[in-house]
């Protein structure tokens, strides 16, 4: 039976994956190479820190720590550009119904999300008080496709990971739910997510009564 719901934030309840790909994208213009959406797909889930790795091992460019470090903190002020003008209206239809009806028939929700930046991004959407445990990139030490952010996200929700459910959009999150012996639903393409036990196109799209059966 599942007892909690754990939501992804990034293309899970906003759409900051585009952000966070945008930002990316600049870097690799001004490093002199191009970014494709598929190569972003490597990215989603994933510290900022080992994106920036992948990021450049896709350019064939080394860097010093010093280095990587300049460079994340210039894509990271670049994603909070797009933050900072960002409206509560840009949160995913339906996201905000759906939480309010699994919280009405008893069912606990959480907040895992591998970004530095999650809470400023719920503040800003308004939701920061509708999830009952809030784990972020700050309060981890392993990110996405180890298990450890849904495993202490369940802890602290006081529920067993078999009985949570995780919403992802990442290929990586959602080999991070499985690690955890967690039921996951993809949000977006089911070719890339198709390790989920279920996919849906958009996070509204689904539907309460699937709980029962998962
Ligand atoms: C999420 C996103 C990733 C992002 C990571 C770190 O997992 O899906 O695309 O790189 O968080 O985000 P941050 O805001 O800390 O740089
Ligand atoms: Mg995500």
């Known amino acids: 039976m599942i007892r909690a719901c754990i939501f992804d934030l990034d293309g899970v309840l906003v759409d900051t994956a585009h952000y966070h790909f945008l930002a990316w994208k600049r870097l690799a213009n001004e490093l002199g190479f191009e970014l494709t959406p598929a190569d972003n797909e490597q990215l989603k889930g994933v510290s900022r820190m080992q994106s920036l790795d992948i990021v450049l ?66 503040q800003l959407l308004g939701i920061q008080n509708e999830f009952d445990a809030i784990v972020d990139g700050t309060m981890i030490v392993n990110s996405k496709p180890h298990p450890e952010i849904f495993l202490l996200t369940a802890e602290k929700l006081g ?49 309460i009564t699937e709980l029962a059966k998962l």
């Open 57 to 122: 091992q896709l350019g064939g460019i080394t860097a010093t720590e010093h280095e990587k470090e300049v460079l994340a903190n210039k894509k990271n002020a670049w994603f909070n550009d797009f933050v900072d003008r960002m409206m509560p209206e840009e949160i995913f239809p339906g996201v905000k119904q759906l939480i309010r009806e699994l919280k009405a028939k008893g069912v606990k929700v959480g907040l895992a999300s591998s970004s530095k930046n999650a809470k400023t991004v719920i």
């Open 159 to 207: 529920i067993v990971p078999e009985e949570c459910l995780v919403f992802e959009d990442a290929e990586a999150g959602v080999e991070a739910a499985l690690a955890a012996g967690m039921k996951c639903v993809g949000v977006g393409s089911p070719l890339q997510l198709n390790r989920a036990h279920e996919v849906v196109a958009k996070t509204a799209d689904f539907k």
